[in-house]
């Protein structure tokens, strides 16, 4: 069946990226098999307002990381719609993609729902989750994500 087929498909495009990274398998995964790369870049930046110790992120400044390293053999890219700059990783991404670099499957997406960002003060319930993925999804320009993350609680 479709299902079959599918967790199959993922099983073996998991087992590529693993043989090329070093990763660890998710046990409750969706899939059998799912494995996540050890190392990822996080988007979020260092700092919460400009005047904080740190770094924030952009668009422009996570396109040119997030690109950077996937062309350094980075695959896990860790992002939130709350950092305000997923519409540049999603470049990024799609950039690598179309030269490429990588295919989709190759690459492990994290992004994570919650309150404070898309829907301030949201409960995170499972229709609050659907309402902000479609957001997340259009801003990474992705089908879909390798992990979905709860932000806090």
């Known amino acids: 069946n479709s299902h079959e087929r599918h967790s199959s498909s993922i099983r073996s495009r998991s087992r590529d990226r693993a043989n090329a990274v070093s990763s660890v398998p998710l046990h409750n995964a969706a899939a059998p098999g799912l ?3 050890v190392v990822g ?3 979020g930046g260092y700092a919460f307002k400009a005047s904080d110790a740190g770094e924030i992120w952009n668009d422009t400044t ?3 990381a997030v690109y950077e390293w996937i062309k ?3 695959r896990r890219i860790d992002a939130s719609y709350s950092y305000t700059d997923q519409v540049g990783v999603g470049k990024a ?3 690598a993609i179309s030269e490429k670099l990588v295919k989709r499957e190759d690459l492990f997406v994290v992004s994570k729902v919650g309150s404070g960002g898309l829907i301030p003060g949201a409960a995170m319930g499972f229709n609050d989750t659907l309402i902000q993925m479609e957001p997340i999804l259009s801003s990474l320009q992705l ?3 390798d992990l979905l993350m709860i932000h806090w609680p």
């Open 35 to 37: 494995m996540m790369p």
């Open 93 to 95: 991404i799609a950039r």
């Open 72 to 74: 350094l053999g980075g």
């Open 41 to 43: 870049i996080g988007t």
């Open 62 to 64: 996570a396109e040119k």
């Open 143 to 145: 089908k879909y994500v």
